[in-house]
């Protein structure tokens, strides 16, 4: 027989065809033994405890009794046979039912004996009963010693297969049987387990299975997830040393005459502390030789644009241009509109391109570019485009990033000739400690925690549906002493007939309560022409109208500081990032601003926390950890190339101070050895170069 690796296809396991195996395949992705082990136990059935009858409760789960046998009953059904058999112990009785091996069964077990049985619990016509329990005699002590049994997900046809879980079980056996222990490549070195305290490799692969003691299960569990943490953390931070060391970003040594004016006569405010410190870190990583790659986080409100500002300034004195990138159109226009016109008598060429930016005007947008004359170029995700040449490309800003991927990101590197341009990328979604470890752990982040003064904290409140004709007594209130109201309906999809159907109908009802022609109202929805958003976006912000009747296509950035009110229906129906968002649309004056999250009666657990978060906080990285620990890791955009995905047991929200830990130890490893070559590492990059979203960037960097 040839010799197993861990690599053998899962033919070799005895009882597996070629039919079961790509069953196996199938409904689960295993190819090799290795595939099948790393299938973990979602969870374990502690062996040690033996239930009482009258203790069970409905709970679908397995149990283990010792009962004897009372009775046995072959019973005739529609299509076959089953055999009843009733258990009793000291506290009451039992049904157990087998529809499969009726007669092996029937003959094995002895009326008056005492057996101990397992098996999953369930109710059937308000009687609880176990189907095909695992049995043998309760004079047996073998079985009643420490052991806790894994339970694997399985699937209906898994199941039906023979592949259900006790054959899963012995397919693990054997791979342990077959395979010997040194097949089992070790990626962390002796010195470094004992300094951490972790089993091997292979002892936690064995132990995950089958541990004796929920200790030895811990013990794999520690080791396995700290593997998983630390490796993660190892390639993001090895990556990040090695672009730092290789990758030659463009210097930019100035600070000259277009910044100084600007700072000097441009700018109406004095900028916060939180401005001023972040500006210092992006010119310094410029100033550098290295490239700037750095996500920029600030809560609504906090003054990100200023910043943009003036990093596209520092990029224009050294001769270079600039782009400035929106998720919207709406959005894109607003800070075109708003640079261009600070940007008056500076000498500096201000440009918007978009989708909508078509013939002539595009073509000449373009040959301008080319030939150096635009510094400034703002636009959608457009600007990626191949057809976008840039003369002298230095510096890329994004806005809102959550939208724009890292392929996206990548796409600006091709932009510029010789060195790789400058990217800072911003946020108003705070992103959680461990998200921007990990998500977001190639590049370093600062951090706007302060608004600029004078400030008011929005007042939150949560009202249900019967509250609406105070709503609109409020509203109209607010109108009355010059505001401005938004109304925003939600939108799970831009083509939602049934969401557009609300918002319609949600605008008659307002329409009648706020009749023209003493009141106006805007509408913007997705389904609507480019243009027409912007033309009713600019009637919203000009004051012409009182009332601006939206989806979330406003959600992002836009700006129209005498808006004080913020009304989000259906709110329930809004994840927390993005009611967080909405909110920030409002209190940019220096008036007093509402959000009222109306709902009907009907709110899930969930949608009430997200509410009670809400009304408690205005506190963008508070509401950040709320949103992930509601929605997991999993659901958070961006996630999907991080890697974080492939963690198997990790959870960086639960393992959150194991994350730190496995960061740190990375963290002083590389500082002792940038490239991992010594011995004792070398383990660490082997291991590196097969993962796969390690292999890639290894190419391209090395
Ligand atoms: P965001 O970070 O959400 O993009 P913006 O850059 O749009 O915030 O700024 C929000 C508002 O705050 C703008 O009207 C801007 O002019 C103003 N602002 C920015 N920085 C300051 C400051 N230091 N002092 C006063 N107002 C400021
Ligand atoms: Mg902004």
Known sequence: MPKSTLYSPIQMLSGLGPRKSEILQKEL?????????????????????????????????YVQIIGRVV?????????????????EDKTGRLELVWFQGVAWVEKSIVIGQAYLFYGKINGFKGKLNITHPDFELATDKKRLKGALDPIYSSTEKLNANGLGQKQRKKMIQEIFRLVPPSQFVENIGLEYRQKLSIISKYESLRLIHFPNHVDEKEAAEKRLK?????????????????RKGKVKGIVFPEIGEKFHHY?????????????????????????????LNRLLQGDVGSGKTMVAILT????????YQCCLMAPTEILARQHFDSIQESMKGTGIHVAFLSGSIKGKKRQETLS????????????????IEKWVEFKNFGLAIIDEQHRFGVAQRAKLWQKSKDRIPHILVMTATPIPRTMALTVYGDLDTSVIDELPPGRKPIKTIHQYENKRIELYKFIDSEIKKGRQAYIVYPLIEESSTLDLQNLQDGYDRLLHVFPRPDFQISVVHGRMKAADKAAEMERFVKGETHIMVATTVIEVGVNVPNASVMVIENAERFGLSQLHQLRGRVGRGADKAYCILMTSFKVSKEGKERLSTMVRTNDGFEIAEVDLKLRGPGDIEGTQQSGILELKLANIVKDQSLLMYSRTFATNILRDDPSLEKEQNKPFLDYLKTMKSFQKDWGRIS
């Open 226 to 242: 700290f593997e998983e943490l630390f490796f993660l953390q190892l390639k993001i931070l090895f990556q990040k040393g090695l």
């Open 312 to 319: 596209m300034l520092i990029a224009i004195d050294n001769g």
């Open 29 to 61: 992705g295993v190819r090799t033994f290795f595939d099948l082990l790393q299938k973990f136990p979602f969870r374990y059935i502690d062996k040690t405890i033996i239930q009482q009858i009258s203790d069970l409760g409905n709970s679908e789960d």
């Open 368 to 383: 301008l570019l080319k030939e150096g004359l635009i510094h400034i170029l703002i636009g959608t995700h457009a600007l």
């Open 71 to 87: 009775s046995k009953n072959l019973v005739k059904g529609k299509f076959k046979k089953r055999l009843v058999v009733k258990i």
């Open 263 to 291: 700072y000097k006569n441009k700018i109406p405010f004095e900028l916060t502390r939180a401005q001023k410190r972040v500006i210092k870190e992006i010119r310094q990583d410029m100033g550098s030789g290295f490239q």
